[in-house]
């Protein structure tokens, strides 16, 4: 069982290693049915921790997954699993935190809701199991679409406290409050990506070309002290930072998805 698990996990690295190289649509779908384990296993634990049908948190966590596959990056050393943990709950929670909002119910419903509790209890016992929609439509004279927009709307009635518990950690809990956005943290959390996205982009160009782009624009050096720092002129100190952006924007251009025949 050992081998067969690590056998998975380095079939799946392969994969992520020849997504990263040459994305596809083919390939990321199967890196998608690959992981669908992982998706499955927190979106049935979430669904005990909420209202929402599993089966709408397992839809949703698949978004997250495929936004970790295309986030990945297996020379950072870490396992794709605990990189992509995150991105799948990230998902279910801002979904959870999405259908949040309280309902204001009209009297009639609220009417047929306490009506319905007495019926609900003696259709029951009357029939040995849970009475049906149609059944408890029919013992209230109205329709079974109405029927449902009321058990719909009782069921979203209360606002959640920002201290609701949503999702148990195995060394804390996450409340509905920390799932709620902060901007400045977002916007910090956005410099930093592009800050690692610039450096990644650094680290593919030659030694000369990268220290006369830090030079410059990091250190704010002229180009002929650069030039006398790396022993080139200062006209090939400006050739070679003109090409080393180049070559730093094609880099960070995302690139397009190649539809597999």
């Not at 948190?57 to 990945?72: D, P, T």
């Not at 799948?88 to 419903?109: A, N, Q, T």
Request: net charge positive; proline share 4%.
């Amino acid at each position: 069982m050992a081998t067969q698990t690590s056998s998975l996990r380095s079939r799946g690295m392969e994969m992520l290693m020849a997504y990263k190289q040459q994305p596809s649509i083919k390939l990321r779908n199967d890196l998608v049915r690959l992981n669908a384990g992982l998706v499955r296993k927190i979106a049935h634990r979430v669904s005990h921790q909420c209202a929402e049908p599993y089966e709408d948190l397992e839809q949703i966590g698949y978004l997250g997954l495929i936004r970790a596959i295309e986030r990945f990056d297996p020379s950072q050393g870490c396992a794709f699993s605990s990189f992509a943990v995150p991105y799948i709950r990230g998902e279910m929670l801002h979904f959870l935190r999405d259908r949040g909002s309280s309902v204001k119910i009209p009297r009639r419903w609220q009417d047929l809701q306490k009506a319905s509790q007495k019926l609900q209890a003696n259709l029951l016992r009357h029939y040995g199991r849970q009475p049906s929609d149609h059944e408890m439509a029919e013992a209230l004279s109205i329709s079974v679409k109405e029927w449902r927009q009321v058990k719909m709307a009782n069921k979203n009635r209360m606002p959640l406290s920002l201290d609701a518990t949503v999702c148990h950690q195995t060394d804390s809990t996450i409340t509905l409050g920390d799932t709620l956005p902060d901007m400045h943290y977002q916007l910090l959390q956005a410099l930093e990506e592009d800050r690692q996205q610039l450096q990644r982009a650094l680290g593919q160009l030659e030694d000369k070309t990268r220290s006369a782009i830090e030079f410059v624009f990091f250190k704010g050096l002229s180009r002929k002290e650069v030039a006398e720092r790396i022993g080139v002129s200062p006209m090939t100190v400006t050739r070679r930072i003109q090409r080393g952006v180049e070559q730093m924007i094609a880099y960070l251009q995302p690139q397009t998805l190649q539809t597999d025949p």
